[in-house]
């Protein structure tokens, strides 16, 4: 895609292993992932289980993926927090060991105001000269950013390049686009809504799916960006019920299921969130085996 930050860019899971993490499997997956054209790398997100992690390992996490890295793609750190210090502290550490920008979802369980959270990033990006992508996804955080003050930001902090968008609304999206502009990055945060905000104009994905199937998310984008509408449409309809599958139950469960299926790390997943039932583990077996990622 066109833009820096754009195009199918993975949420990466942080693999455990025997209660830690598990710093060899991480670096496989991001090889795994660069090999199969993916255009970025997103530590410590929602899908990196963030909310459990220590603070000395969230930051060891971004540093192990600065590293392994080495520039070949971006890597986008998430650091949000529900406290403004704390993700102040998460940035600048971010920016010191040299991630390219990062991923910050709104502050979540304190249900700021539309002011609160102006205010909020404006503080952060004021502080921090790393490029901020923000992060709306109301389900988790009971908030919605109105478009508005995407916009308000956008425009008085010019190292806020954009949004991970994942309220589950077109028409918020599109209307995003309308008032923050053409270089305002708007990227879906749902699998499911990339091919259609393609369509919209939007710049691309940070995938759950991605983890698993990265050379096709990545190749959906890349159709899309070359014009080939029908190849980009047949890998939206090819990826529906393997995204359907990886959301079987909450995420990253499905997820880190799904890639000690096959092979790739632990099935480890850290309390409050747990393993899947046994019928929603045999689901997404049976789904991986029809869309061929396992036998």
Same mark, same amino acid.
């Given at each position: 895609?066109?833009?820096?930050f $754009?195009?199918? &860019?993975?949420?990466?899971v942080? @693999? ?23 255009? =970025?790398?997103? /530590?410590? =997100?929602? *899908?990196?289980?963030? /909310?459990? %992690?220590?603070?000395?390992? +969230? ?14 793609? @971006? ?17 600048? +550490?971010? +920016?010191?060991v $040299? ?12 249900? !700021?105001?539309?002011?609160? %959270? ?10 921090? !000269? ?7 996804i /109301? ?8 478009p ?14 954009g ?10 999206m ?7 502009? /053409?270089?305002?990055i708007?990227?879906? $945060?749902?699998?499911?809504?990339t091919?259609p905000?393609l369509?919209?104009? $939007?710049?691309?994905? &940070? ?8 050379a ?12 080939d ?7 939206h309809?090819?990826l529906t019920?393997l ?6 139950? *909450?995420?990253?469960?499905p ?12 099935? #480890?997943?850290?309390? !409050?969130l747990?393993?899947?039932? #046994? ?10 085996? *029809? ?5």
């Open positions: 895609m066109g833009t820096r $754009g195009g199918a &860019i993975v949420a990466i942080t @693999p455990f292993k025997n209660g830690k993490v598990d710093e060899g499997a991480l670096r496989d997956l991001i090889e795994f992932q660069i090999a199969n054209g993916t255009d =970025g790398i997103v /530590p410590c =997100g929602t *899908t990196g289980e963030s /909310p459990v %992690l220590s603070h000395e390992e +969230h930051d060891r996490v971004i540093e192990i993926t600065v590293d392994a890295v080495k520039k070949r793609v @971006p890597v986008i750190a998430g650091t949000g927090s529900n406290s403004t210090a704390e993700a102040l502290r998460l940035t600048k +550490h971010a +920016h010191e $040299g991630a390219d920008a990062v991923l910050m979802v709104n502050p979540y369980y304190n249900r !700021p105001t539309q002011e609160g %959270l102006f205010q909020h990033y404006k503080y952060i990006a004021d502080n921090v !000269p790393i490029p901020i992508i923000m992060y709306n /109301p389900s988790r955080t009971g908030v919605n950013m109105e508005a003050t995407m916009a308000r930001l956008a425009k008085e902090c010019k190292n806020i390049v949004v991970k968008e994942a309220a589950g609304s077109l028409q918020q599109q209307d995003i686009m309308t008032v923050c502009g /053409p270089d305002f708007v990227v879906s $945060g749902d699998d499911f809504f091919f905000l369509c919209l104009g $939007g710049h691309g994905i &940070i995938s759950v799916v991605s983890n698993v199937a990265p096709d998310m990545a190749a959906l984008v890349d159709a899309f960006a070359a014009g509408m029908k190849k980009a449409k047949e890998l309809y090819k019920p995204v359907k599958s990886l959301f079987i139950e *909450t995420n990253p469960a997820v880190k299921a799904a890639l000690a299926l096959m092979g790739k790390i632990q099935y #480890e997943i850290r309390l !409050p747990a393993k899947l039932s #046994e019928a929603n583990y045999e689901k997404l077996k049976q789904a991986m085996k *029809t869309y061929g990622l396992i036998r």
